[in-house]
């Protein structure tokens, strides 16, 4: 995945470069989160390949952070009222699309 196909993704036009820097940032973050939570390694050609699903929970994941910032739900301006959400409440549409490609790791116990 490529900073051309979030782009698409997220329906920011190609021609738009005044948030190419932020978003090759938040892809490598993306990227990063869908390997840890998938227990995916990269491969013997230093290779990452990503299935379809999750270059849509990146792009999803992505688009979260940059809508909802801090977990805020929901907010009032007139009686000042703040609702938060957990990031794993947050998350739970990203961790649907990781899901059936999460690796099983075990860990011997000693």
């Given amino acids: 995945m490529d900073l051309a196909e979030l782009k698409v993704r997220l329906g920011i036009p190609a021609e738009d470069t005044s948030q190419d820097a932020k978003l090759q940032i938040d892809l490598e973050d993306g990227i990063s989160y869908a390997m840890a939570y998938c227990n995916l390694f990269v ?60 690796k099983i790791r075990f860990r011997a116990l000693r």
């Fill in 43 to 102: 491969g013997p050609d230093n290779t990452v390949s990503l299935p379809p699903a999750v270059k849509k929970g990146i792009a999803l994941l992505i688009k979260i952070d940059r809508e909802s910032p801090s977990g805020v739900l929901s907010e009032s301006i007139g009686g000042m009222s703040r609702s938060y959400a957990a990031d794993e409440e947050r998350l739970n549409p990203v961790h649907e699309l990781f899901r059936p490609y999460r």
